[in-house]
């Protein structure tokens, strides 16, 4: 299909009915927009993965339920045949009650991706009746015939091949009908059908898989703010739009705590080439940021990005000295047990390792105790927590002259407790105390981008 936009809306942007109103008149906008990715209604994920928890007695869990219900009746008491859709939605909520007494006994993660991806279900379902009240042809499309990923529940991997073979047979006639398609993000199903999800974020990357199966022109991504700001501007007033972004610096900054884009929506559009555009459903007006394969201006610093809730393991031995596959057995243990390993730092007698708190579903950030009784067998183990990772974006960093002059004088005032550069010209990062991190994240903005 030509010219197709791929416009996927975030949480906030379906969050109730007026701002889903908002996001049918942006699509309708643009005639090019046929295929709409939605994640749940703001704040059901989080009401979800509590009752996934199994932590939940039988009055927690139909409080928990009220809530849900409460969000998606003030959607549908404002469409025409309410009691339809009460109905629906009551169907998807007794679901929801079984699986989360079904956690109360066994939690596994099979059973949390089963019930948090009902909160898509149920949001994709009311923005197409929505797309319909207001006269636009539109049908809900379950993205689980297409989305195939592996059996690993809670952080699931696509399978890229056979999503494009799916996409072809399942979805693209439905493009092809002159209708609004809108599906979910964030949810698959493994080839025995079970739902799975693609981890906490996914909505963007259901997103980017879609577009590189259905050959996109452009995929939008639509939040609650006018495209990429040089930080947070919840943290720092002073931050300002960014027009334009490469690639790279995309996924630098979505790497290192810019929550924007999820760290992985770029992988398939890079693939296909496929610029990314990222504005706000709430004030479309307003324009917002373009990614794109390269920017005619490329400057050193770029963005200061924030990431919390570091864990810091630094492993040290003698035996280090002069010796080989030290490094070797020590990922080989990390691997063994899931861990992906962030910074790495090393000196000739230990090494420095840091650990994002978790990207699963569950939230868990737990580091399995196993993992540090092996360690200990060959090295002694030191872990802090309660630090925050800051990480400024740019261009050629690594072959500037000043550059880390510029950015360390900028926070002379604050100790930094491991630093990561060289390894790509695109970023430099450093650990500092977690309740120093916005004032570090401040005087970042300050020096490196507002003088400029």
Not at 63 to 82: C, G, P, R
Not at 144 to 153: G, H
Not at 251 to 268: D, N, Q, R, Y
Request: glycine share 6%.
């Amino acid at each position: 299909m030509q010219n197709l936009d791929i416009a996927k809306f975030g949480g906030t942007s379906v969050a109730d009915y007026d701002a889903m109103s908002k996001c049918v008149g942006v699509v309708t906008q643009n005639p090019s927009t046929k295929l709409v990715v939605v994640s749940a209604c703001a704040g059901v994920t989080n009401l979800l993965v509590e009752l996934a928890s199994g932590a939940c007695d039988a009055k927690q869990r139909e409080e928990i339920i009220a809530k849900v219900f409460a969000i998606h009746k003030a959607i549908f008491d404002k469409l025409d045949d309410s009691a339809k859709h009460e109905a629906v939605i009551k169907e998807y909520l007794a679901v929801v009650r079984d699986l989360a007494v079904q956690a109360t006994m066994t939690r596994t993660d099979m059973i949390t991706d089963r019930l948090v991806s009902h909160g898509e279900l149920m949001s994709s379902y009311l923005i197409t009746e929505i797309f319909k009240q207001k006269g636009y042809k539109a049908v809900c499309f379950d993205v689980r015939q297409v989305m195939r990923t592996d059996s690993n529940f809670g952080k699931a991997l696509p399978l890229v091949e056979v999503i494009s073979a799916l996409t072809k047979q399942y979805l693209m006639p439905l493009l092809e009908d002159d209708a609004i398609v809108v599906t979910q993000g964030f949810i698959g199903a493994d080839s025995s059908g079970q739902t799975t999800t693609l981890g906490r974020g996914g909505s963007d990357y259901s997103a980017a898989l879609l577009g590189e199966s259905c050959h996109a022109q452009t995929i939008s991504i639509w939040t609650d703010v006018p495209g990429v700001y040089t930080t947070d501007p919840r943290l720092v007033p002073e931050a300002m739009p960014i027009p334009e972004l490469t690639y790279l610096e995309a996924a630098e900054m979505a790497t290192f705590g810019a929550k924007i884009l999820h760290p992985s929506t770029l992988v398939p559009a890079v693939r296909c080439g496929i610029p990314v555009y990222v504005g706000s459903s709430k004030e479309p007006e307003k324009g917002g940021t373009w990614v794109r394969p390269s920017t005619e201006y490329a400057p050193p610093f770029r963005a200061v990005a924030l990431r919390k809730n570091q864990t810091l393991i630094v492993l040290s031995s003698p035996k280090m000295v002069g010796a080989s596959g030290f490094l070797a057995q020590v990922f080989s243990i990390f691997a063994k047990y899931q861990l992906s390993v962030d910074l790495v730092s090393t000196s000739e007698v230990s090494i420095a390792i840091t650990l994002d708190a978790g990207t699963q579903t569950s939230g868990l950030s737990a580091i399995p105790e196993a993992l540090f009784h092996e360690l200990r067998e060959f090295c002694h183990v030191k872990i802090e927590q309660g630090l925050s990772l800051v990480a400024v974006v740019g261009n050629n960093m690594a072959r500037s002259a000043h550059i880390t002059a510029e950015v360390f004088s900028a926070i002379d005032e604050y100790a930094v407790r491991m630093i990561c550069y060289g390894a790509s010209s695109h970023n430099l990062c450093f650990l500092v105390a977690a309740d120093e991190a916005v004032n570090v994240l401040r005087c970042l903005h300050k020096h490196l981008l507002e003088k400029n």
